[in-house]
């Protein structure tokens, strides 16, 4: 994440600002800036994480994609059994 900041404004419930202001209170949170920017990272990496989701699935329906994993799958089978069961305790 870009350590550049950008200020922004808009608006919570009341209530939510006021638990976020307890939150800082009682050193939950150290502001309710830096509340809001955790909870919005938050939610940004949910998302990332369900679009990653949707676009497996949808590759997972391509026939062209699945041949070529198949293919590449195929292709490291020698390298994969050489070397399975060969893990060391260092």
């Known amino acids: 994440m870009s ?3 950008k200020n ?3 608006s919570l419930p009341v209530e939510l600002l006021k638990e976020l202001k307890e939150f800082v209170k009682y050193d939950c949170i150290p502001s309710v800036n830096a509340g809001v920017r955790e909870a919005l990272e938050e939610y940004s990496a949910r998302i990332k994480k369900e679009l990653l989701v949707k ?3 949808q590759a997972s329906r ?3 994609f699945m041949k070529d ?3 590449n799958m195929k ?3 020698a390298v994969d059994n050489e ?3 060969r893990t060391h305790e260092w």
């Open 3 to 5: 350590n550049k900041l």
């Open 8 to 10: 922004v404004t808009f």
């Open 55 to 57: 676009e497996i699935q």
């Open 62 to 64: 391509d026939p062209i």
């Open 69 to 71: 994993l198949e293919d």
């Open 75 to 77: 292709a490291f089978d």
């Open 83 to 85: 070397t399975s069961g």
